[in-house]
């Protein structure tokens, strides 16, 4: 068996049984060649559908559709070999009824080939857990910030400041896994709210500006690379891809007007047989 054929993808079952043990190492891709390199260090890829605001240039993730969700999905499935991949149901596509829900999640797993969807799991949206893992899609929840609620929110806000916040996305995540969620990421809210949730449910917590204490850390890609000139501030910059880029650019387009590019040795010769 060659080495490409001995590497297992993760499974659910894999994920679920590291709670408290060992940490879930998750990031965001959205391409193939991204895919590629994260694969071999990750345990899940996210196909989020912050793919809107980061390679769209969308301002929220409203405009997110199944079909851009299908071509990323297809994509990061074919640059991966390793890693569990879970596609986000973007906004509209499961809330209407678990039937809609339904209907939505059968379309991005079979034209993607990925192993999990994940939505955000207002106290609401349980049934749809349920009808969804009961008829074998499993279901990543997401509480705290829900980036698709922007509307209703007024604007991307840290979640659990007061006390009856606290309490109700305690109760969504519990309701979630009530309802059959594999795993649950936990977004934007304090360390101590993610502490509680992380000891209350007993499936893996993923955070994101939210505990070190989770079962697992998410980013997205693009923010930890150091693309964007603003972070968060729950954000750690692993590179400085944007200065990096900047400065090719700018050699590559001198070296264009300079006639310095091509050399000799970066074109074809013609060969006389
Ligand atoms: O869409 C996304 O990338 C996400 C992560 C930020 C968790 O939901």
Known sequence: MSDAQSVRRLTVPDLTARKGREKIVVLTAYTTPIAQLLDP???????????GMVLHGMPTTVGVTLEMMCLHGRAVMR????????VDMPFG??????????????????ETGCQAVKVESARGIADTIRFLTER?????????????????????????????EREKVLEEAKAAEEAGAFAIVVEGVDSELADEITRQVGVPTIGIGASPNCDGQVLVTDDMLGLFD?????????????????????????DVRSGEFPNSAEVYKLKIV
Request: glycine share 10%.
């Open 136 to 164: 074998g899609i499993p279901v990543m929840g997401h509480v705290g910030l829900r980036p698709q609620a922007v509307n209703v929110d007024g604007g991307f806000k840290a979640k659990g400041r007061f006390m009856d």
């Open 79 to 86: 640059g991966s070999s390793h890693a569990l991949v879970v």
């Open 230 to 254: 603003w972070t968060p501030r729950f954000v750690r910059r692993y590179a400085n891809l944007r200065d990096v880029i900047s400065r090719a650019a700018e050699t590559y387009a001198n």
């Open 41 to 51: 260090h990750v345990d899940i890829l996210l196909v989020g559908d912050t793919v």
């Open 93 to 110: 596509t499961y809330e209407g009824s678990p039937k809609d829900a339904h209907q939505s999640a059968v379309r991005l797993m079979q």
